[in-house]
């Protein structure tokens, strides 16, 4: 079985501009989650999309967005890059709401120059 | 707000010998899930082991056990027979929401010394 799968593995941009990170979920997996791992600041839940909506978002600006396909892949879309958005972004798929397990991708690691 | 603090920012072992990792947490959630990750260098998170805070029988996984106490909220990882593949940063975490959002903590590096 596949596991979660992320794209592209480095990334880097320039600040104002615009990150566009992947993430393909386990087969029949129908929930994803992205968290943001920064230096000095841990890991942290940033979305969490179910069924093709957003069903929470954790304490970060508007200006991390993104949206779930219908095949339940998901990506992430940062806009107006600044700086301290540089970290590594990590996805996790889980079969469901009810299911608690989360499996996690390689991570995506952004920087920010 | 959900905490979770892992107090041992580092630790090191000797192979075959047996090491425990401390995590705490706090949690107002009636039903909730703990969970430890392994981080490796390779920076792929590792499902290492869970436990549901409706059961009191503490979870086992091959070399790897909790000791879950809840009324203390408590969950320590115990590593018995550590091997060299066991070096990477471990993470507490504990789930929070109707999504079972995850609360990690700061991690523990744990280096497995030959």
């Known amino acids: 079985e596949a596991g979660v799968t992320q794209s592209p593995t480095h990334l880097i941009k320039t600040r104002g501009q615009q990150a566009t990170l992947r993430c393909s979920p386990i087969?029949?997996?129908?929930?994803v989650y992205w968290y943001q791992q920064a230096l000095g600041l841990g890991l942290q839940f940033l979305l969490w999309?179910?069924?093709?909506?957003?069903?929470n978002r954790g304490n970060f600006p508007p200006r991390f967005s993104g949206r779930q396909f219908p095949n339940y892949s998901s990506e992430l879309n940062v806009n107006a890059l600044e700086l301290e958005d540089s970290a590594l972004y990590l996805c996790?798929?889980?079969?469901?709401?009810?299911?608690?397990?989360?499996?996690f991708g390689p991570g995506t690691r952004l920087t920010v120059l | 707000a959900q905490t979770v603090t892992q107090s041992q920012p580092e630790m090191s072992v000797q192979e075959a010998e047996t090491v425990t990792l401390s995590c705490t947490y706090d949690?107002?959630?009636?039903?909730?899930?703990l969970f430890w990750y392994k981080q490796p260098p390779s920076r792929q998170m590792i499902l290492v082991i869970r436990?549901?805070?409706?059961?009191?029988q503490n979870a086992t996984e091959n070399r790897f056990s909790v000791n879950f106490q809840k009324a203390a909220k408590s969950f320590s990882l115990k590593i018995s027979d550590s091997q060299l593949g066991d070096t990477a940063m471990y993470f507490c975490?504990?789930?929070?929401?109707?999504?079972?959002?995850?609360?990690f903590g700061g991690g523990t590096r744990l280096m497995v010394k030959p």
């Open positions: 999309y179910d069924e093709g909506e957003e069903r």
């Open positions: 975490a504990c789930t929070e929401g109707a999504g079972n959002m995850l609360t």
């Open positions: 949690t107002s959630e009636s039903n909730y899930y």
């Open positions: 996790a798929s889980s079969p469901g709401t009810l299911t608690d397990t989360q499996y």
């Open positions: 436990q549901e805070a409706y059961k009191q």
């Open positions: 087969s029949g997996h129908t929930s």
